[in-house]
């Protein structure tokens, strides 16, 4: 189910995945690894923050702490890849989301997630563990190469 190491269509590439990280960067204007209402809506400026910012909460907040992290983002752009959005569909949306346009509700997603607070071992916990562990080998590997 994971996207490590290996190829799988089914995960995001390392492309996207540099530009989702990008964009989350953009919105973290504190560099705190995490991103608030506050920021999203300072990312929006006046093209309908709130509600934007509103609308990404309920997508991405998978814990409801009223922070995004790097970990629920990432993760909630694999489960984007994995609802059967293609590359080509998520990379125009990140496209969109760099010039500051609006958010926009993955219905697909939103199914997922809804019925994953059904399931007994919650899929979207994992995802966001999984990503969680790859930024720690990421960040472990550049480590080392600066020794």
Not at 29 to 47: A, H, L, P, V, Y
Not at 68 to 76: G, L, N, P, Q, R
Not at 93 to 103: I, S, T, V
């Amino acid at each position: 189910m994971g996207c490590g190491a290996q190829k799988n269509s089914a995960c995001l590439n390392e492309k996207l995945r540099a530009k989702a990280l990008e964009i989350f960067r953009r919105i973290d204007i504190n560099n705190s690894g995490s991103i608030d209402k506050d920021e999203t809506q300072k990312f929006w400026k006046t093209n309908f923050a709130k509600v934007n910012t509103q609308a990404l909460f309920n997508a991405v907040d998978f814990d409801k702490s009223g922070q995004i992290s790097e970990d629920e983002w990432m993760a909630f752009w694999e489960i984007v890849k994995k609802s059967g959005y293609t590359d080509k569909e998520i990379s125009e949306e990140l496209d969109n989301l760099m010039e500051g346009k609006a958010w926009v509700q993955f219905r697909k997603v939103d199914e997922f997630v809804k019925r994953d607070q059904q399931r007994k071992n919650s899929q979207v916990q994992q995802i966001v563990k999984q990503n969680s562990k790859r930024k720690s080998l990421v960040q472990q590997q550049q480590s080392f190469h600066q020794e």
